[in-house]
């Protein structure tokens, strides 16, 4: 039907009264209903700001019966200092403190061996890991209450080749119920992971059928407290396959530190606050802060140097990049089924591995680092020395 313009026009003239009274009402009906719902949004706000307050006070309430409660009771779990009453508020940084000798600590520290070790022959790998409670230095003077497989963090690289059976036993030495959770393995977690009292051994075993680098850990709650307080390291499982030749191969754990004081006269313990703000005080590969700077890795010119990375966290990835070169080959995800090929930076992720190769033909020193420079900032750095070459870095 065709549009017919004069069908309407009159009848707004005609009723153009009628119109305008009809459009005042309905304007103040709208306003009318816009101040209720406005009534009710102010409403709805605040019972939903009283939420919020409710859930923080809530989730402050959980941080303090983890940081004040039983856990005070153990060692390494020393109530967060400075916080409030309800715990919720992390102590000051403690970042890049150091004592005036400093230096000379770092020279005399024995750095954590990260030469590959050798796969034991035959067909089973036994693993004996006892946990302590030991005091463990994480930068150059500064002390920190750890619970350590095999007495240091992180604790001793496995290495077994794909198709071995694992044969894990953990002793618990310490003062509260530990166990290890082995990424390599396809396992009944409740069965292989569960709880080993103090005093207790307990051995499991699994096959090794997936090649690659893998986080090992404490799976006992509150897990982020026992990974942050030293307890990981890193299994590698060789293929069958080889994969090319490497002329050097390092195994590099990142991991956070969270600390509730200094540790500079008295060790630190872990402060559960700064840990779920993700805001470490040191980050460090394999425990300690910068010690591969003052002890360089080493290689020759024109070698292929294989970095084995896993990221321990509790809470960081990793963006392991070498600063000066490329990655050459990039296994992400310690998949080893295939590589990328000249990679400038590769994520890690927390609880995760890569396998990483460079080839450096030009003398110097590499630092290897995770890109995410707060981390740098914190001691996540190292130096691959290349050569036969003096000094150290700027960075
Ligand atoms: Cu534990």
């Not at 019972?47 to 989730?59: I, M, T, V």
């Not at 990260?114 to 030991?134: F, I, W």
């Not at 313990?269 to 993700?278: L, N, Q």
């Not at 460079?358 to 420079?373: A, E």
Request: aromatic residues 8%; glycine residues 10%.
């Amino acid at each position: 039907m065709a549009y017919q313009a004069s069908d309407r026009v009159p009848a707004y003239r005609h009723d153009e009264h009628a119109t305008r009274h009809a459009l005042i009402g309905v304007v103040a009906v709208l306003l009318g209903v816009a101040v209720g719902v406005l009534a009710i949004v102010a409403i709805w706000m605040g019972s939903s700001a009283n939420d919020a307050k409710r859930q923080a006070e809530a989730a402050a309430a959980k941080v303090s019966a983890a940081t004040s409660g039983s856990m005070t009771d153990m060692p390494g779990m020393a109530p967060t200092a400075g916080a409030t009453a309800d715990g919720a508020v992390a102590t000051p940084s403690y970042a890049g403190l150091a004592p005036e000798n400093a230096d000379a600590i770092a020279a005399a520290h024995v750095p954590y061996p990260a030469a590959m070790p050798a796969a034991p022959a035959g067909p089973v790998a036994n693993v004996h890991l006892v946990l302590k409670d030991v005091v463990h230095q994480i930068a150059p003077g500064i002390k920190y209450n750890a619970w350590a497989f095999a007495g240091g963090a992180p604790g001793p690289v496995v290495h077994v080749r794909q198709g071995q059976t694992v044969r894990i036993t953990l002793t618990n030495d310490g003062a509260i119920p530990h166990s290890v959770d082995f990424h390599a393995a396809r396992i009944a977690p409740n069965l292989a992971f569960r709880d080993v009292d103090p005093g207790q051994s307990f051995t499991f075993s699994f096959k090794a059928g997936d090649p690659g680098v893998y986080m090992y850990h404490c799976g006992t709650k509150p897990v982020l407290a026992h990974i942050a307080n030293g307890m990981y390291g890193a299994i590698v499982v060789s293929p069958t396959t080889p994969l090319p030749k490497a002329d050097r191969e390092y195994v590099l754990v990142s991991s956070e530190w969270y600390l509730n004081g200094p540790g500079l006269k008295t060790p630190a313990s872990f402060d559960m606050a700064k840990a779920h703000a993700m805001a470490p005080d040191w980050v460090t590969w394999n425990g300690y802060a910068g010690q591969y700077v003052k002890h360089p890795l080493t290689a020759n010119p024109g070698e292929t140097v294989r970095f084995w990375v896993v990221a321990a966290g509790p809470s960081f990835d990793t963006d392991f990049h070498v600063v000066g070169t490329l990655l050459n080959r990039a296994w992400v995800d310690a998949d080893l089924t295939q590589y990328l090929r000249n990679v400038q930076t590769a994520t890690v992720p927390a609880g995760g591995g890569g396998v990483f190769d460079v080839k450096i033909d030009k003398p110097g020193l590499y630092p290897f680092v995770s890109h995410s420079f707060a981390s740098v900032d914190m001691g996540q750095v190292g130096l691959l020395k290349v050569g036969d070459v003096a000094g150290t870095m700027s960075h």
